[in-house]
């Protein structure tokens, strides 16, 4: 069992940045990467972004591209997520989870989600 903690949402206004961290206490067996999905109120949860653990693959969102980067560092089995040019469509509750599957985008093939972390964008 792979427990995921998301950190570093918060209220911030249109243009702004935030960074969300995502630490996993290790990695599950199989693991391919950790990813982010959002979900807003009254919407499915989508996907955002995914990186690998070796760090050389990364997969974005098209509504997210050029504005957002993930990153990882392997040492803190931590994943990150810069957010930058955030616009109030971005306002969701954001979530970090682990995929056996390269390039998933498909919440379904994801498990140990986090709790996930609130991110309000005000215009």
């Known amino acids: 069992q792979v427990q995921l903690v998301e950190s570093g949402g918060g209220l911030v206004q249109a243009g702004g940045s935030l960074r969300l961290s995502c630490a996993a206490s290790?990695?599950?067996?199989?693991?391919?990467?950790l990813g982010w999905f959002r979900q807003a109120p009254g919407k499915e949860r989508e996907f955002v972004a995914l990186i690998s653990w070796s760090g050389g693959s990364t997969y974005y969102a098209d509504s997210v591209k050029g504005r957002f980067t993930i990153s990882g560092d392997n040492a803190k089995n931590t994943v990150y997520l810069q957010m930058n040019s955030l616009k109030p469509e971005d306002t969701a509750v954001y979530y970090c989870?682990?995929?056996?599957?390269?390039?998933?985008?498909?919440?379904?093939?994801?498990?140990?989600w986090g709790q996930g972390t609130q991110v309000t964008v005000s215009s």
């Open positions: 290790g990695r599950a067996v199989g693991s391919y990467g």
């Open positions: 989870a682990d995929t056996a599957y390269s390039g998933s985008s498909y919440a379904s093939e994801y498990d140990f």
